[in-house]
C-alpha cells in the first residue's frame, strides 16, 4: 500500500486504519449470513471490537486480512475508525494457534498447551504471547507453569473448567510430581466435603414413615442374627440366645393379636362449622325450653 505504514512485529496487538486492511484473495469465503452480520454489528456497537482480527503484510508494506474478515465488515458498518489486530506471518499452522488463543472459552489446561505450543514451535517470545492474550508478563508465566503438572491432571481438567486456573498454578508450583498429586487429590476431596454439606443443607428432610422406621429397626435385628457364628457359643450362650429369641417371638405374636382384635379408626373429613354436609348454612333454634305460647 505506503511505505509510510510503521514496521510492524510479530505478535504485538495494533489498532489499525480499517481503512488500511485488504480483504484476502485466497479467503475461501465470500458469503456472509446477513442476520448474523447484522447481530455482530449491534454487538460491536454495545461492547466493541473484543477478539481482534489477524493480518500479514506483503513485500509491498500491504496490510492483508488473514482471519476475521466478518469482523472488518462489521466495524466498518458499526463506525468504527480502528480496529484491534495482531501481525502473524501467514503459516497456517501458527494462524490456527492464535485463533485458538483468541478464543475465551479455553480451560487453564487448553490455554497452556496453545501458548507452549506456539511459543515452542513458532519462536514466540513471552512478551508477544502477552499480546496476544492480553495479560501480563507473569500472568503469562504463571500459565505456562501449568505444563509442569503430571499427564494424568492435565488430561482430567483439559476440558474441564470445575477447577480454577489459580488452583491449578498452585499445585504445579509443588516441587514433585508425587507432591502435585496428592495436593490435586486433597483438593477434589474438600471440593467434594463441600458439595456434599451444599446438597444436604438444600434437600429438603422427608419425614420417615412408619414403615420406614419399622424397616430400619428389623433390618438391624436381622443383621444382628446373621452375624451370629454359632459354633464359637458355648452351651449357656446358645441357652441365652434362644432364650431371647423366643422373648421377641412372643413379643411379635402378642402384637399380631392385637393388630387384629384392635378396630381400625376411619378418619373422615371434618365438616366446616355452621354448615351442612351440602354447604347449606344451619338455622340457629333459640333453647328456650319450650315453645312459645300463643295468646288466647
Do not use: C, W
Given at each position: 500500500m505506503s511505505e509510510s505504514n510503521p514496521p510492524y512485529v510479530k505478535g504485538e496487538l495494533y489498532q489499525i486504519d480499517v481503512n488500511s486492511l485488504q480483504t484476502d484473495p485466497n479467503q475461501p469465503r465470500k458469503h456472509f449470513d446477513p442476520d448474523a452480520q447484522q447481530d455482530l454489528v449491534d454487538s460491536f456497537r454495545k461492547q466493541g471490537v473484543l477478539q481482534p482480527i489477524l493480518f500479514r503484510v506483503d513485500q509491498d508494506?500491504?496490510?492483508?486480512?488473514?482471519?476475521?474478515?466478518?469482523?472488518?465488515?462489521?466495524?466498518?458498518?458499526?463506525?468504527?475508525?480502528?480496529?484491534?489486530?495482531?501481525?502473524?506471518?501467514?503459516?497456517?499452522?501458527?494462524?490456527a494457534l492464535v485463533e485458538n488463543l483468541l478464543r475465551e472459552d479455553l480451560t487453564a489446561i487448553e490455554l497452556a498447551e496453545?501458548?507452549?505450543?506456539?511459543?515452542?514451535?513458532?519462536?514466540?517470545?513471552?512478551?508477544?504471547?502477552?499480546?496476544?492474550?492480553?495479560?501480563?508478563?507473569?500472568?503469562?508465566?504463571?500459565?505456562?507453569?501449568?505444563m509442569k503438572l503430571p499427564e494424568a491432571i492435565r488430561d482430567e481438567c483439559r476440558n474441564s473448567?470445575?477447577?480454577?486456573?489459580?488452583?491449578?498454578?498452585?499445585?504445579?508450583?509443588?516441587?514433585?510430581?508425587?507432591?502435585?498429586?496428592?495436593?490435586?487429590?486433597?483438593?477434589?476431596?474438600?471440593?467434594?466435603?463441600?458439595?456434599?454439606?451444599?446438597?444436604?443443607?438444600?434437600?429438603?428432610?422427608?419425614?420417615?414413615?412408619?414403615?420406614?422406621?419399622?424397616?430400619?429397626?428389623?433390618?438391624?435385628?436381622?443383621?444382628?442374627?446373621?452375624?451370629?457364628?454359632?459354633?464359637?457359643?458355648?452351651?449357656?450362650?446358645?441357652k441365652d440366645l434362644s432364650s431371647l429369641i423366643q422373648e421377641l417371638k412372643k413379643a411379635a405374636d402378642d402384637l399380631l393379636k392385637e393388630i387384629k382384635k384392635t378396630p381400625t379408626v376411619v378418619k373422615t373429613k371434618p365438616v366446616a362449622k355452621g354448615k351442612t354436609k351440602k354447604g347449606k348454612t344451619k338455622k340457629t333454634v333459640a333453647k328456650t325450653g319450650s315453645k312459645s305460647k300463643t295468646k288466647k
Open positions: 508494506n500491504n496490510l492483508f486480512i488473514v482471519a476475521g474478515e466478518r469482523r472488518l465488515h462489521a466495524a466498518k458498518e458499526a463506525k468504527f475508525d480502528t480496529i484491534p489486530a495482531l501481525l502473524v506471518e501467514g503459516d497456517h499452522s501458527e494462524i496453545a501458548l507452549n505450543r506456539i511459543q515452542n514451535e513458532h519462536n514466540y517470545t513471552q512478551e508477544q504471547l502477552t499480546g496476544i492474550i492480553g495479560k501480563a508478563k507473569s500472568t503469562v508465566s504463571d500459565i505456562l507453569t501449568l473448567q470445575k477447577i480454577s486456573r489459580q488452583v491449578l498454578i498452585n499445585i504445579a508450583k509443588k516441587k514433585h510430581e508425587k507432591g502435585m498429586l496428592s495436593a490435586f487429590e486433597k483438593y477434589k476431596a474438600n471440593e467434594a466435603k463441600k458439595q456434599a454439606k451444599e446438597t444436604s443443607i438444600l434437600k429438603p428432610k422427608v419425614k420417615k414413615t412408619f414403615k420406614a422406621k419399622f424397616t430400619v429397626k428389623f433390618d438391624k435385628i436381622k443383621s444382628f442374627m446373621t452375624g451370629i457364628n454359632l459354633k464359637k457359643l458355648d452351651e449357656v450362650k446358645r
